[in-house]
């Protein structure tokens, strides 16, 4: 049976600066995969729509990553939007920059990659992808239809 938070109010800012809000939510999935899926509702038109902004859906992700979900694995979060009549979900990418300047886990090997120049190969393991250790974005992400698992843990 998967589970699911009360709606709670969230203030943030849009492209400009004003003040905006929505409420969000976080369920769980009861499928062999468990899944934390952030679920943001636009509940007033007049403020701007994180399905229509991803700077706007961004900072909203890293704040919830970090405030509630910190530790939980990247690959185990989805985020879901909610506008009106329509609903989406958005791949979520993770800042490897900023992973890297915040010295989370990782290698690096020096590349050569000619005339003397060199470059460097980094690998991370997937398991050291944690929210809140991280900024995450969805600013290259098109929006996909909610898949019917998910679907039905925001009911």
Do not use: W
């Not at 049976?1 to 929505?22: H, K, N, R, S």
């Not at 934390?36 to 992700?61: E, G, K, T, W």
């Not at 919830?64 to 979900?69: A, C, T």
């Not at 920059?97 to 470059?119: K, L, M, Q, W």
């Amino acid at each position: 049976m998967p589970y699911q938070t009360d709606f709670v109010d969230i203030t943030y800012p849009d492209e400009t600066g004003q003040p905006c809000a929505l409420t969000f939510r976080i369920a769980i999935t009861a499928s062999s995969e468990r899944l934390a899926v952030v679920y943001l509702r636009r509940v007033n038109p007049a403020f701007q729509s994180p399905m229509s902004s991803y700077i706007v859906r961004d900072q909203l992700l890293n704040r919830i990553l970090d405030s509630y979900l910190r530790g939980i694995p990247l690959k185990s979060v989805r985020l879901v939007v909610e506008d009106g009549e329509k609903t989406a979900m958005f791949p979520i990418e993770v800042d490897f920059d900023d992973y890297i300047e915040r010295g989370n886990p990782h290698e690096a090997t020096p590349v050569a990659t000619g005339r003397g120049r060199f470059t460097e190969r980094v690998k991370i393991r997937s398991e050291f992808l944690l929210a809140g250790l991280t900024r995450v974005h969805t600013s290259h992400s098109e929006p996909i239809a909610v898949p019917t698992d998910i679907a039905s843990s925001l009911q």
